[in-house]
């Protein structure tokens, strides 16, 4: 029952470095997403996939890269870390897109930025 | 554009009281999908209901119930007899066809506290 799942769950980074965030789905969707979400802010898309190789942005998608290059793995990646993406991430998959399908979250990444 | 508000930043209420979490939608298509989420302190956002703007009649599910009314664009969500696990955040979004983009657009969330 693994579902969506991210690593890591917790890093602390410095200004100006980089890392790459890693969600896993193992339920087959086509969709995957990725939010933060900061205090009084609720969740934002940074980026989402619809299909294999494909990657779109969402309404934040300054200061982040993804790549989609198997199904199943949709990767989020900061490559110079700033103290604005202090945040949690989250994951989410949705097997027939989010018009009718449902969102499955991963239980989030909390990301400090120093 | 989408739009979800959320007014209701925090509420709190006593343990057995009725509490409804208000939702008000923008939106330019006719069709789309309005959603509800809830997040526990635990922090996964888990999936309570989807509705679609062809269908207007009310949903209950236990304790749970959802109030969908085009002519307002609002989308409320009733607990019923509230319990201390339902304290969570709650998110309510949107999705609709025009928006080719397959994106959901969430509220604010309202943080939501039943008190012993």
């Known amino acids: 029952n693994a579902g969506v799942t991210q690593t890591p769950k917790f890093r602390v980074l410095k200004t100006g470095q980089s890392m790459t965030l890693l969600c896993a789905q193992d339920?087959?969707?086509?969709?995957m997403y990725w939010y933060r979400q900061d205090p009084g802010m609720g969740l934002r898309l940074i980026h989402y996939s619809v299909g294999e190789g494909t990657t779109a942005k969402g309404e934040v998608p300054d200061g982040y890269n993804v790549s989609r290059l198997k199904k199943q793995n949709f990767l989020l990646g900061l490559e110079s870390a700033a103290p604005s993406q202090t945040s949690v991430y989250f994951c989410a998959s949705s097997s027939s897109g989010p018009n009718t399908g449902e969102l499955f979250f991963g239980e989030g990444s909390r990301l400090t930025v120093l | 554009a989408q739009k979800v508000t959320q007014a209701q930043t925090e509420i709190s209420v006593v343990e057995k009281e009725d509490v409804t979490l208000d939702c008000v939608y923008e939106t330019r298509d006719t069709t789309y999908y309005l959603f509800w989420y809830k997040q526990p302190p635990s922090g996964e956002l888990v999936f309570l209901i989807r509705r679609n703007s062809f269908d207007e009649q009310n949903e209950i599910s236990g304790r749970y119930s959802w109030n969908f009314q085009k002519s307002t664009s609002s989308f409320n969500f009733t607990i019923t007899a509230s319990q201390v696990v339902d304290s969570a955040v709650y998110f309510c979004?949107?999705?609709?066809?025009?928006?080719?983009?397959?994106?959901?657009?969430f509220g604010k969330g309202t943080r939501l506290h039943i008190l012993p």
């Open positions: 979004a949107l999705s609709d066809l025009k928006n080719r983009d397959d994106k959901i657009i």
């Open positions: 339920m087959n969707h086509e969709y």
